[in-house]
C-alpha cells in the first residue's frame, strides 16, 4: 500500500519534466506541446538546446534550462557522480542496456546533468524527446520504484506511452532486446580490452558461432565491435589496475583471509570494485558459455556456474603463469598465495582450459590441478604481402609490445653497439604510464648506438603484422629469465614476426628457443647477454635471412589465427551444445 499511495503522491504534484537533446525551440510542433502541457501541470521542466522563444517563452509554470550553457566539463573522475546517481545500479538491473553506452553518454557534461535532474526530480511523468532522453527516463523510473510516468515525447501532439522493451531494440546499437532470445556467450576480461590481440581474436571468432557475444573489460570499446551487432560491449572503466590480492586493512587481516574458506576469499576478491562490478553484470545474462580471461575472472566463472547450476559452461583461458607472474624482486607472495587458494576451489569448474605455450601442458596440472588443458596460440590472422629483404643492404630488425621495465628492452639497445653498422634496430613500444622510463631508452639509444636505434610510433593492434611484414626483416626479441614466466614465455610479438614473414633472433627462452630451432625460422643466441646475441646477428649474411624469411612463411599456413584460434571456437562452440569437449 505504501508505495501506491506514494505513487498517487507522485502523479498528484502535478510536475513534469521535458527532456530532449536537440534545439526544441526551433521545432514549431513542439513548442506548441510544451505550451499544451504548460496548462496540463503546475510545474513542467524542459532541458533542451538553444535558447528559448515564442509563445513557449512566455509560460510562466514552465523552467527552461539550457543545456549548451553549461560550462563544459571532461575532467576524468566522473564515476562518483556516476555511482552517486544511482544510474550504475540501475544499468545493472536493466540487462538490455549496453552499459558501456550508459557510461559514454554519462561521461558528457550535458548528459550528466539532464540524468541528475532526470532521476532526483520527482516528476510524476518525463516526456522523452529522443534515444538518449528515453534511456534517461527509463533510469528514472526504475530508481523511483516505477512511480514514473514515461511517455514519449509527441510529434503530433499524441501523447503515445513509451513500451519500454520495444524501445530497448532500437536505443542501443547491439539490438539487445532481439539478441537475448538468441543464445549468449560471455566474454570477461579485467584488462584493456582493445589492446589484448588475444582476447580480440577471441571475440571475433565467437561472434561468427554465436547468437551474441557479450563482452565485459576495461577501457574503450574495441574498433570492429560497431560494425557486428550481435557484440554487446560493457565497459567497466578505464582503471587497469585490480587491488584483489593486496590487503588494505592490514597484512595481519590478509592472512586470516588465506587461511580461512571460500566465502572470506571470495569476499576479499570482491574487495575490488571492478571484480564486484564484474560479477553484477555477469549474473544478468542466461549465457551458455563464460569465458574467463586471466586468474582474476576464474572465481566469476566459478559462481556463475554454481548459479546456472551448471547450465552455463565455464572456459579458462591461462595468458600467463599466474603464481610466477608475480614473482621476483618486486613479487607479491601473499598474492601468489591467494591465487593458488583460489585454484583450490576454481580448478575443476572449467569446461576446459587453455594456455599460451607448450611447456606449460605439463606443468598447469600439477601445479593447479587443472585438467582438460588445451594449447591456443597467440598467433595472429594470415595475411599475403610483398616482401623485398635488407633492400639497400640494412638488415631492418623490428621489436614491438609494451615498454615495461621488467622485461629490460636495454639490453636490445645495448647489442646494438656490437652489431656492424648494417643493423638498424626499430622499436615499436607502447610507453604506458611509466613515461620516464620510456624517455631514459631514448636517451640511452642516443648515448651508445647514435644513428642505430629508431623509435616508431605504435599502430593499432588490427595493423602491426601488416606494418611489420611491409617494412622490417627480422624480429628481435631478448628477454631476460628473470622469472619462470619470462622463461618460458611464448608472446603475441613472436608469432607476429612469423605470420609478417620475417626472420626470429631470440635468446635461449624455452619455448620461443624451440619454435625456431625447430621450424629454421631464426637463429638462438647461448644466453642473454647484448654481446652474445650482437655477435651471433654478426655472423648471419642476407641470403641466411632471406631463408628464414621462407621458412616463416612456411609455418604461417600452419599457425595463424584461424586454426588456433578457429579450433578454440569450435571447442566452445561443441562444449555448448553438447557438455563435452573435443581437443
Given amino acids: 500500500m505504501g508505495g501506491i499511495n506514494q505513487m498517487i503522491k507522485l502523479r498528484k504534484s502535478r510536475r513534469a519534466l ?20 504548460s496548462k496540463e501541470y503546475e ?39 556516476w555511482v552517486g546517481s544511482g544510474l550504475d545500479e540501475v544499468a545493472r538491473q536493466l540487462s538490455t542496456i549496453d552499459r558501456g553506452i550508459l557510461r559514454e553518454l554519462f561521461n558528457n557534461c550535458f548528459f550528466r546533468f539532464a540524468a541528475i535532474m ?37 510529434q503530433d501532439n499524441r501523447y503515445a506511452p513509451v513500451d519500454l522493451m520495444e524501445t530497448s531494440t532500437c536505443l542501443f546499437r547491439s539490438k539487445s532486446f532481439k539478441l537475448m532470445k538468441r543464445e549468449t556467450v560471455v566474454v570477461v576480461s579485467l584488462s584493456p580490452v582493445a589492446r589484448d590481440c588475444r582476447v580480440l581474436r577471441q571475440i571475433h571468432f565467437l561472434s561468427e558461432r554465436f547468437g551474441r557475444v557479450v563482452v565485459i573489460g576495461l577501457g574503450n570499446r574495441p574498433d570492429f565491435s560497431d560494425s557486428k551487432p ?66 582474476d575472472t576464474l572465481p566469476l566463472g566459478m559462481l556463475a556456474a554454481a548459479k546456472s547450476r551448471r547450465f552455463t559452461k565455464v572456459v579458462f583461458d591461462l595468458h600467463e603463469w599466474p603464481t610466477e607472474q608475480y614473482m621476483g624482486e618486486d613479487g607479491d607472495p601473499e598474492r601468489v598465495r591467494f591465487i593458488r587458494r583460489i585454484f583450490r576451489y576454481c580448478a575443476r569448474v572449467p569446461g ?46 623490428i621489436h614491438h609490445g609494451g615498454c ?44 651508445k648506438a647514435p644513428g642505430k636505434v629508431v623509435f616508431e610510433e605504435p599502430v593499432p593492434a588490427n595493423m602491426i603484422v601488416e606494418t611489420l ?11 631476460p629469465p628473470d622469472t619462470p614466466n619470462h622463461l618460458h614465455a611464448l608472446p603475441n610479438k613472436f608469432f607476429d614476426f612469423i605470420v609478417a614473414g620475417l626472420a626470429v633472433a631470440v635468446g635461449p627462452s624455452l619455448n620461443m628457443a624451440k619454435y625456431a630451432r625447430e621450424h629454421g625460422i631464426g637463429w638462438v643466441a647461448d644466453d642473454f647477454e647484448p654481446a652474445t646475441m650482437a655477435r651471433m646477428l654478426n655472423s648471419l649474411t642476407i641470403e641466411d635471412i632471406e631463408q628464414a624469411r621462407l621458412c616463416s612463411m612456411q609455418l604461417r599456413e600452419q599457425i595463424n589465427a584461424e586454426k588456433e584460434v578457429g579450433r578454440f571456437a569450435e571447442m566452445c562452440r561443441t562444449l555448448a551444445d553438447t557438455g563435452k569437449v573435443v581437443a
Fill in 404 to 447: 615495461s621495465a621488467g622485461r629490460e628492452p636495454e639490453r636490445m639497445i645495448e647489442a646494438m653497439t656490437y652489431l656492424e653498422d648494417r643493423f638498424v634496430l626499430h622499436l615499436m613500444l607502447i610507453p604506458g604510464q611509466d613515461t620516464e622510463y620510456y624517455k631514459s631508452l631514448k636517451k640511452l639509444a642516443a648515448e
Fill in 352 to 397: 576446459f582450459t587453455t594456455t599460451v605455450a607448450d611447456s606449460f601442458l605439463d606443468i598447469f596440472p600439477k601445479e593447479y590441478g587443472l585438467k582438460k588443458i588445451c594449447l591456443v596460440r597467440n598467433a595472429p590472422g594470415k595475411i599475403n604481402l610483398p616482401q623485398q629483404c635488407a633492400p639497400n643492404g640494412k638488415i631492418r630488425m
Fill in 18 to 37: 521535458v527532456l530532449s537533446f536537440s534545439e526544441i525551440s526551433g521545432r514549431q510542433e513542439a513548442c506548441k506541446t510544451i505550451v499544451s502541457l
Fill in 230 to 295: 550481435n557484440i554487446l560491449w560493457i565497459s567497466l572503466g578505464e582503471n587497469a589496475c585490480c587491488h584483489w590480492g593486496k590487503s588494505r586493512l592490514g597484512g595481519g587481516f590478509f592472512s586470516r583471509c588465506l587461511n580461512l574458506g571460500r566465502k572470506a576469499l571470495l569476499a576479499h576478491y570482491y574487495s575490488d570494485r571492478r571484480c564486484l562490478q564484474a560479477s553484477l553484470i555477469v549474473r544478468q545474462f542466461r549465457m551458455r558459455l563464460l569465458i574467463c580471461n586471466d586468474t
Fill in 43 to 81: 510545474h513542467l521542466q524542459v532541458i533542451a538546446f538553444g535558447e528559448v522563444s515564442g509563445e513557449f517563452a512566455e509560460c510562466q509554470n514552465v523552467e527552461y534550462i539550457q543545456l549548451d550553457a553549461l560550462p563544459h566539463s571532461d575532467k576524468a573522475g566522473c564515476d562518483d557522480l
Fill in 118 to 154: 532526470a532521476v532526483s526530480g520527482g516528476h510524476g511523468v518525463i516526456y522523452a524527446d529522443g534515444e538518449e532522453a528515453v534511456l534517461l527516463a527509463r533510469c528514472a523510473n526504475l530508481l523511483s520504484g516505477g512511480r514514473t510516468m514515461v511517455r514519449q515525447f509527441p
Fill in 469 to 479: 611484414a611491409g617494412n622490417y626483416d627480422l624480429g628481435l626479441y631478448l628477454l
